[in-house]
């Protein structure tokens, strides 16, 4: 999977045409024998036999009804589906990152797809951090298409130097290694886990792995979780390995620096982030860069990650809602996430789910709060400051989870 940036979510106005353009009939409506679907790139250098394999088998289903693929990119996909929801024009289907779904889904610019859920193949064992992405207010909104998970980054070498000999399978094993990685390598400013003390990503894994969660919508009212017991349990947890296994700043955000570039420099005898870091660890450590799966607090089970991912969507301006739902059932059909599988990305599916490091490493998931306003959490560095005050000792943790629990509620329950 490619690293994508989000670009400028869509704005009122735009939505506000567009809900008008549906409920009138105003918007320029796609021919019933023609179906325009928007993908990213990917499908088109990656995997164009899959593609083609899925509008074969629709139009086997519905003779006399063309597929018209439009290939986007993921830099200006946003900005171009804004103007077609103002204007009409646009697609049947759309690929959605995940991260990007939410906003859209809070303003209506989706069809509701529950009533097709049963017709999706493997719906009952999706990804659970990918299923939830495409899922607001109990309503389905987007189909998960692929996944893409966040692993250990390592160097064998460095590993093999510290008489590491078999990979850590519990979180504790993790931490223990990393003391014979210190001492093998003790220059100032080594790290032989490099996380960043504001990655959410890394510390909210801890909270999830312990049965804890950010927030929750309960009869109506999003209620913030990071007080629990379990999540409490789970912010100690990162608390105690942070500070034993990283020597990174313990109030800058993973991008200052990149995790990757301290790797590079030779500064990182291991990194935990999406599995294409390993793009990006130098010339020098390709060859002895090697990838594990990140474990969990229990022996035998993954911690529970972040996946990135797309989903795909019926935007409402369609009038071909039943017929995308047919064209999103064949591009996800157990044939055509095994052929994504055998391209090298992760199946939409627990059930499908095979031995690779990256899948392995998919099998628990988690993902953030699907409220209209959870961007503002984001934006308002809300959970990066509470990992902060808990590293520095500012606040303890307790002191640290009540005020970011309450702020996380109090922005999520905006109207």
Not at 377 to 390: C, D, S, Y
């Amino acid at each position: 999977m490619k690293r994508r940036n989000i670009v400028a979510l869509v704005g009122v106005a735009v939505l506000a045409a567009a809900l008008t353009a549906a409920s009138t009939g105003a918007t320029k409506k796609a021919a019933a024998n023609s179906l325009t679907v928007w993908l990213q790139v990917d499908a088109q250098s990656g995997w164009p036999d899959v593609v083609a394999a899925a509008n074969q088998q629709f139009q086997s289903d519905h003779p006399g009804t063309t597929v018209n693929i439009q290939y986007q990119n993921w830099g200006d996909h946003l900005q171009k589906f804004d103007a077609t929801l103002a204007g009409g024009g646009g697609p049947d289907v759309i690929e959605m990152g995940n991260t990007e779904m939410t906003k859209y889904m809070a303003a209506g610019a989706f069809a509701d797809l529950s009533s097709y859920r049963s017709t999706f193949a493997n719906s009952s064992s999706w990804l659970k951090g990918l299923a939830a992405s495409g899922s607001f207010g109990g309503k389905l909104y987007g189909v998960p298409y692929y996944a893409g998970s966040r692993v250990v980054t390592y160097r064998s070498d460095l590993f093999k130097k510290a008489g590491i000999t078999k990979l850590p399978s519990t979180t504790a094993e993790y931490a223990a290694d990393a003391q014979k990685l210190l001492a093998k390598n003790p220059q100032k400013g080594f790290s032989p886990i490099y996380i960043a003390g504001t990655d959410w990503y890394v510390a909210m894994s801890f909270v999830f792995d312990y049965g804890g969660g950010i927030a929750a919508r309960i009869s109506g009212t999003w209620k913030g979780l990071l007080t629990t017991p379990k999540s409490i349990a789970g912010l100690t947890a990162f608390k105690n390995f942070f500070l034993a296994t990283s020597r990174a700043s313990k109030t800058t955000d993973e991008t200052h620096p990149n995790p990757y570039d301290v790797y590079a420099q030779g500064q990182a005898a291991s990194m935990i982030g999406p599995s294409w870091f390993s793009c990006c660890v130098g010339t020098k450590y390709k060859a002895a860069t090697a990838q594990f799966v990140m474990p969990g607090h229990v022996k035998g089970q993954a911690i529970p990650g972040f996946l990135g991912g797309s989903d795909l969507a019926v935007p409402v301006t369609s009038s071909n809602t039943a017929l995308a739902a047919d064209w999103i059932k064949d591009f996800t059909s157990t044939s055509s996430e095994k052929a994504l599988q055998a391209k090298g990305n992760i199946p939409n599916a627990t059930n499908l789910l095979g031995s690779s490091v990256n899948e392995r490493a998919a099998a628990r998931s988690w993902f953030v709060p699907t409220a209209k306003h959870w961007v503002d959490v984001e934006n308002g560095n809300i959970l990066r400051n509470m990992l902060a005050q808990i590293l520095t000792g500012k606040l303890t943790i307790k002191q640290a989870a009540s005020s970011a629990s309450d702020n996380i509620a109090s922005v999520l329950n905006q109207p």
